[in-house]
Nanobody, 125 residues
């Protein structure tokens, strides 16, 4: 599956952005989807994930209650609504697809088979 992330940009602290990831190539609903981010000089970290149906969502503690992940299987998209952004949210954000039929840990990056190219989010103070 091919993934294309978009929606990044520059925003002031306290503002909002909505990232979107469009998938193509295979049956989108076969995949759990996740968002990860990588800040300059830091390792990639888990942000959020959603199961195949959209019925279950998972968040890193650092974004819980501020970010919301959602998916639309009819449109083959997964979105990340980011509210109350902080400077420490500045990073390149990646969407990823996980094809495993039974997933215990949605935050395990090694289990994601496909990755998009990333979109830069910059939050100014």
């Amino acid at each position: 599956v091919q993934l294309q992330a978009s929606g990044g940009g520059l925003v002031q602290a306290g503002g909002s952005l909505r990232l979107s990831c469009a998938a193509s190539g295979r049956t989108f609903s076969n995949y759990a989807m996740g968002w990860y981010r990588q800040a300059p000089g830091k390792e990639r970290e888990f942000v959020a994930a959603v199961n195949w149906s959209g019925g279950s969502t998972y968040y890193a503690d650092s974004v819980k209650d501020r970010f919301t992940i959602s998916r639309d299987n009819a449109k083959n998209t997964v979105d990340l609504q980011m509210n109350r952004l902080k400077p420490e949210d500045t990073a390149v954000y990646f969407c990823a697809a996980n094809s495993r039929p039974y997933i215990i840990n949605y935050s395990r990056g090694a289990d994601y088979d496909y990755w998009g190219q990333g979109t830069l989010v910059t939050v100014s103070s």
